[in-house]
């Protein structure tokens, strides 16, 4: 008898984590528009970015202001790989990262081991 | 038609936009760019463009390059530090003060860290800096390179620090902790399921919470902020295992009724202190690894000098680098360092360049000759004209491009980052799994061997060491290439250098110097050598073209003695004729000899047999009668001909490409040793070239000069531009190379072999580790030969595997070039 209910958790389990790691996915954040026409977004580096899914609009500029405030080698740098830009992120300080996207699309960002994820959506 | 962003001519064949039919754009950069704002072009379409292709135009231009290539912050982007702030008010204050200097966009100030990000269309730095002043406030502008690495260093040290003590700490509990967890093996202890060894391991439990919870705490707060972004990393597999057994053993000791059998009641306090110790070293070994493989980038900040002693008011003064301005005089004493870019006025040097361009002899320089920032001054005292300065020097932008190379991908990355995103909630389900199948078919008693097992897969599986293998090697890799001289703009690059197997050389600047000079001089009359030779470059002095110029530079280097021509005439195509020293002077082919009177039919073997050599000869006549022949010809560079057999040993079809006509062309091809010749190739078809060889499957890399052969460079799998001095064309290539030599393509291929190789290591073993330890741990291996790996040993693998991976990727820093080897 127990065992069949440590396989039911089981099953339960491993299907929770597929759900909540691969199948669902978070509604993200909307980026402001400043008056220079920039969607802006800050995006705090801590463990992971916060927000990790940023919403804009094609064809218009972006500006992701990145600020890390852990210590952790791992977030030393974000790499958006299909926009060619890799900025060094020093604790505590304030980066901008500026692209353009053209076309609609997710765009992911990551740290340099691809431990930390994040996306652009591009409506 | 015309790109109108960069001006370059593109063919039918070119990216296009909906809407304009008319106009092409020679690369993504510039469609997007153009579409960014299509008004700005429009108008311009049919005129010059915006300066050179990807050029260090104007502002404009710069500015473009931000929203193409998505530059983060670089080059509008100004920091300043600012001092006397003491309210948040001040914030707004200083804002505004910012904001409303002419060319400034945005501003915004950071009360934490004192600092102001202001972007600017215009604005210099000393205007900022004014505008706080007049709010109130002090302001300089940020070293930025050399504090935000020094601030980064200091933080690492301190994480470094912190991570030992928390390791000491776990590392001293887990000792009476493994003596106390084995009663059958260690002597002195009390029998299992008496009170004293009950009361001993209920002090276990409480002496591991701080290990779990202080030594261990990263571990939760990386697996919480990774949870909460619906990640999973290491912190989250480590932070379950180490949870798990000390649950486990807590709930034997606790409630031993809720374990039936006597043998359930076991506890594991050790695993837990264990793992926490071996894993918090590890991070500690691979914080002190991974700060090695930035060394590179950390030198070339470091050579950056701190002052400069400039010529202000007719007098000497030393003044902070940032202070210096375009058109200072500098000067430099022997051993001091050169600190910004400029072109000597007067005095004269030996100067050691080796640290930005690799070159280790020291080059002579005169005045002027162009002077690079950073390198160090030998022998005199000279004045320089400081031409570049700040972020425009080429150290600076050597660093920038490092940097952004060092954090750009590896295109073998990609397929790694896809395992990784799936990599660690994968090994959560097989942990499961491995309960479910140990609890249902184990042995006796299955649920503690279950948990052993499910414990083991979470502490043994290392996602670190896939995530690390390749930036590591990328970092190191890239680092090497720039204190090689060898400039690699991205990742890609590197990766795709080392598949490379035909090398298309553009000739002129490449193999050869790109500028004639005189070769020979043979004399067929009367006049001799020295004189005749004196006589021509006299009468050239008048001349502008670059021939002549070879000649009259010739005539230098052997001593002679030159004098004013007179009554200079030029008839272009064929001759000059000039009046020295009473002697009329003829310079020319035969036709002009033929029109100036002058029977020179005894020249013609001469001249048959230099044009043979690729050279291009000139009959003299002096007095109405032949005199001689003199002939001037681009020379190979000194190590060209090495260079060539070295990617020959390599493996590596050489291809020249050239304009000149065919008898030039292989006559330099013969002296170098190259055996494919693409002779009389106009330079817009030199990417049609090297389209073509691509259609035959072949993997190019394009060597040239960065500047006219821009197209070809794109068109070419890896582009390899040359540099010359401060000239470094870093726009058009995917590698520079800054000493403008042949030898540095075979570096570039070779340290792209190098480092695919150390990735390739990396990725190899750590997807070994992985497969093979994660069903071990699982235990695969238990019905067959009853192993079963213990926890502890998979803590050990699982910390030491990243070290691993990060001490193979330093090996690369020993790799020296083959041509360097030959030197020394």
């Known amino acids: 008898m127990d065992v069949v209910i ?66 952790d080698p791992c977030s030393e740098k974000v790499v958006f790989d299909e926009f060619g830009i890799a900025a060094d992120l020093p604790t505590g300080v304030e980066v901008p990262v500026e692209f353009l996207p053209e076309r609609p699309g997710e765009y992911e960002f990551a740290c340099q081991m691809g431990m930390l994820r994040g996306k652009v959506i591009v409506e | 038609m015309r790109d109108p962003v960069c001006g370059m001519t593109v063919g039918e064949g070119s990216l296009r936009v909906e809407g304009h039919p008319d106009l092409g754009f020679c690369s993504e950069h510039c469609r997007s760019a153009f579409l960014a704002d299509p008004d700005r072009y429009l108008g311009e379409s049919e005129g010059e463009g915006h300066g050179g292709h990807h050029g260090h ?99 690492r040290e301190r994480l470094y620090r912190t991570l030992l003590k928390k390791f000491w700490f776990a590392a001293i509990i887990s000792l ?28 276990m ?47 034997a000791l606790l409630f031993p009724g809720m374990f039936p059998e006597e043998r359930l009641r076991d506890v594991f306090f050790d695993v837990t202190a264990v793992v926490t110790a071996l894993v918090v070293l590890g991070s500690a070994l691979e914080l002190r690894a991974r700060a090695k493989t930035s060394e590179a980038l950390k030198k070339l900040i470091g050579m950056q000098p701190k002052t400069a002693r400039v010529v202000r008011d007719g007098v000497e003064v030393d003044i902070p680098v940032e202070d210096v301005v375009v058109g200072d005089i500098v000067v430099v004493r022997p051993g001091e360092k050169i600190p910004v870019d400029g072109v000597i006025v007067s005095g004269a040097s030996t100067v050691d360049e080796s640290m930005v361009t690799g070159e280790s002899i020291p080059v002579e320089k005169v005045e002027g000759d162009p002077v690079i920032g950073a390198t160090i001054n030998r022998t005199g005292t000279f004045r320089f004209e400081a031409t570049r300065v700040g972020k425009e020097t080429m150290l600076s932008q050597i660093i920038q491009m490092v940097r952004d190379a060092q954090g750009s991908k590896a295109p073998i990355q990609r397929t790694v980052d896809k395992v990784a995103s799936y990599f660690v909630p994968a090994v959560l389900i097989i942990a499961i799994l491995t309960f479910m199948t140990w609890y249902t078919f184990g042995p006796s008693p299955a649920l503690l061997y279950a948990v052993i097992t499910m414990v083991t897969v979470l502490v043994i599986a290392c996602p670190c060491a896939l995530g690390l293998a390749t930036p590591t090697s990328l970092m190191v890799g890239i680092g090497k290439g720039a204190e090689a001289g060898i400039l690699i703009k991205s990742g890609d690059a590197l990766e795709t250098a080392h598949r490379i197997d ?15 000079s005189l070769t ?110 003199v002939a001037v010809a681009d020379t190979i560079k000194a190590d060209s001909v090495a260079a060539i057999r070295r990617m020959h040993q390599l493996g590596l079809e050489v291809v020249m490409l050239t304009g000149d006509n065919v ?31 691509q259609a035959e499957g072949k993997v190019v890399a394009m060597v040239g000069d960065g500047i006219n052969d821009a197209p070809a460079l794109a068109q070419a799998d890896v582009g390899l531009a040359m540099g010359t001095g401060t000239d470094v064309a870093m726009e058009s290539g995917d590698i520079t190379l800054v000493k403008g030599s042949l030898t540095g393509v075979v570096t570039a291929i070779e340290l792209s072999k190098a480092t695919m190789r150390n990735i390739y290591q990396n990725l190899v073993g750590a997807f070994a580790y992985n497969t093979l330890g994660i069903p071990i741990a699982a235990g695969v291996l238990y019905p067959f030969f009853g192993i079963l790996l213990s926890p502890l040993i998979a803590g050990a693998a699982m910390a030491f595997s990243s070290v691993t991976v990060v001490s193979n990727a330093n090996r690369l820093r020993r790799w020296r070039p083959s041509f360097s080897q030959e030197v020394a």
């Open chain 2, 663 to 693: 008898r030039t062309a292989e006559a330099i091809a013969r002296q170098v040793g190259i055996d494919r010749v693409r002779a009389e190739v106009l330079p817009g078809d030199k990417a049609a070239e090297v389209k073509a060889l």
């Open chain 2, 520 to 629: 020979d001089v043979v004399v067929l009359g009367d006049v001799e050598e020295d004189r005749l030779l004196a006589l021509a470059a006299s009468a050239e002095r008048g001349s502008e073209h670059p021939l002549g110029e070879a000649i009259v530079e010739g005539a230098k280097e052997r001593g002679l003695t030159l004098s004013e021509p007179d009554d200079f005439e030029a008839v272009p195509g064929h001759g000059i004729a000039a009046t020295v020293d009473g002697h009329r002077v003829v310079l020319g082919n035969l036709k002009f000899m033929a029109d100036q009177g002058i029977a020179a039919g005894a020249a013609e073997e001469v001249l048959a047999r230099l044009s043979d050599e690729g050279k291009t000869a000139m009959v003299v006549g002096i007095d109405g009668r032949l005199a001689g022949v």
């Open chain 2, 502 to 516: 035909t090398v298309v050389l553009d000739k002129t600047g490449t193999v050869t110097e790109g500028r004639p």
């Open chain 2, 205 to 251: 439990a409480v002496a591991t919470l701080p290990v779990l919870f202080w030594s261990g705490g990263q571990f939760f707060t990386g697996a919480w902020s990774a949870f909460k972004h619906r990640t999973a990393n290491m912190y989250t597999l480590i932070s379950i295992g180490i949870t798990a057994a000390w649950l486990y053993s807590t709930a």
């Open chain 1, 6 to 71: 440590v396989n039911l958790v089981g099953v339960a389990l491993i299907a929770l984590i597929v759900w909540y790691f691969w199948l669902s996915s978070s509604e993200g954040t909307a980026a402001t528009v400043t008056a220079g026409g920039v969607q802006e977004t800050r995006v705090v580096v801590h463990g992971g970015y916060e927000p990790d899914t940023i919403r804009v609009k094609a064809g218009q500029k972006v500006r992701l202001l990145f600020t890390r405030q852990d210590a």
């Open chain 2, 176 to 203: 009476p902790v493994i003596y106390f967890s084995y009663p059958e093996i260690f002597p002195g202890i009390p029998p299992k399921g008496s009170t004293a060894l009950n009361l001993i391991w209920a002090g």
């Open chain 2, 57 to 155: 135009g104007d502002s404009d231009e710069e500015e473009e390059d931000d929203v193409g290539h998505g530059f983060a912050g670089r080059r509008d982007i100004i920091h300043l530090s600012v001092e006397g702030m003491s309210c948040a008010s001040c914030v707004a204050t200083i804002e505004k003060a910012l904001s409303s200097t002419p060319g400034v966009v945005a501003a915004r100030v950071n009360f934490a860290n004192e600092e102001a990000t202001v972007e600017v269309d215009g604005a210099e730095v000393d205007a900022l800096v004014a505008a706080v002043e007049r709010a109130g406030y002090h302001a300089r502008p940020v070293a930025e390179d050399a504090e935000a690495e020094d601030a980064e260093a200091e933080a």
